[in-house]
């Protein structure tokens, strides 16, 4: 294990507020600051100040007090360390999961998969541009262009809409570019055709 765990527990509370930020070891680590400051303070700089027996009580509570949560944050370390088992593993179904998931599964160029995932979250929740956004961009992707239009198009009913304007004019652009690229073979291939009939037709 790691060195800084392991100072973590020379001040008690600390352990717990800095791994779980439990309400309760903040006050501890609080509590023991005040009276390790105030203990400090009325022996060395204002003697007396809270009285004579303040210090005599104050000193020996400290020295039982800090020794014995240094032992003890020492056998919680591992646990106040650990995860809860509801944390590691993230239900599946949760919506930021599946959006994770689906951009994970587009990454890897899976688009079979990255569509189901983003098919379920827009199925939940029609007015999630976000998903819609990047169905649009997987459609692109895998040159269902039309799709892409179309889904676009459903974007831009939504009012949520207006904060994702650049981005779904960006995505609109792309498509638009890559369908005129796309038949430009097509009428040339067209041209060059009606230029041989008329050739044929001149001979």
Same mark, same amino acid.
């Given at each position: 294990?790691?060195?800084?765990?392991?100072?973590?527990? *020379? %001040? @008690?509370?600390?352990? !717990?507020?800095? &791994?779980?930020?439990? #309400?309760?070891?903040?006050?501890?680590? $609080?509590?023991?600051?005040?009276?390790?400051?105030?203990?400090?303070?009325?022996?060395? *700089? %204002? @003697?007396?100040?809270? !009285?004579?027996? &303040?210090?005599?009580? #104050?000193?020996?509570?400290?020295?039982? $007090?800090?020794?014995?949560?240094?032992?003890?944050?020492?056998?919680?370390?591992?646990?106040?360390?650990?995860?809860?088992?509801?944390?590691?593993?993230?239900?599946?179904?949760?919506?930021?999961?599946?959006? $994770?998931?689906?951009?994970?599964?587009?990454?890897?160029?899976?688009?079979?998969?990255?569509?189901?995932?983003?098919?379920?979250?827009?199925?939940?929740?029609?007015?999630?541009?976000?998903?819609?956004?990047?169905?649009?961009?997987?459609?692109?992707?895998?040159?269902?262009?039309?799709?892409?239009?179309?889904?676009?198009?459903?974007?831009?009913?939504?009012?949520?809409?207006?904060?994702?304007?650049?981005?779904?004019?960006?995505?609109?652009?792309?498509?638009?570019?890559?369908?005129?690229?796309?038949?430009?073979?097509?009428?040339?291939?067209?041209?060059?055709?009606?230029?041989?009939?008329?050739?044929?037709?001149?001979?």
């Amino acid at each position: 294990m790691v060195r800084g765990p392991f100072l973590l527990c *020379i %001040w @008690p509370g600390l352990p !717990g507020l800095w &791994f779980k930020g439990n #309400a309760s070891s903040l006050l501890v680590a $609080i509590g023991f600051s005040i009276l390790l400051n105030l203990a400090l303070i009325t022996s060395f *700089i %204002w @003697p007396n100040s809270l !009285g004579e027996t &303040f210090p005599l009580v #104050a000193w020996p509570v400290i020295l039982l $007090i800090w020794p014995t949560s240094v032992w003890l944050a020492f056998q919680r370390l591992p646990d106040v360390m650990s995860v809860p088992s509801s944390e590691k593993v993230a239900d599946p179904d949760r919506p930021d999961t599946l959006f $994770i998931q689906a951009q994970q599964e587009y990454l890897g160029g899976h688009w079979d998969e990255a569509q189901r995932s983003l098919v379920r979250l827009i199925e939940r929740n029609p007015r999630d541009i976000e998903s819609r956004l990047m169905m649009a961009t997987l459609f692109r992707h895998t040159r269902r262009l039309s799709d892409a239009i179309i889904q676009l198009d459903e974007i831009q009913l939504y009012d949520e809409s207006l904060e994702w304007d650049f981005e779904i004019k960006r995505e609109r652009a792309l498509v638009e570019s890559i369908a005129e690229h796309e038949s430009e073979p097509a009428n040339l291939d067209h041209a060059s055709q009606q230029q041989v009939d008329e050739q044929t037709v001149n001979d």
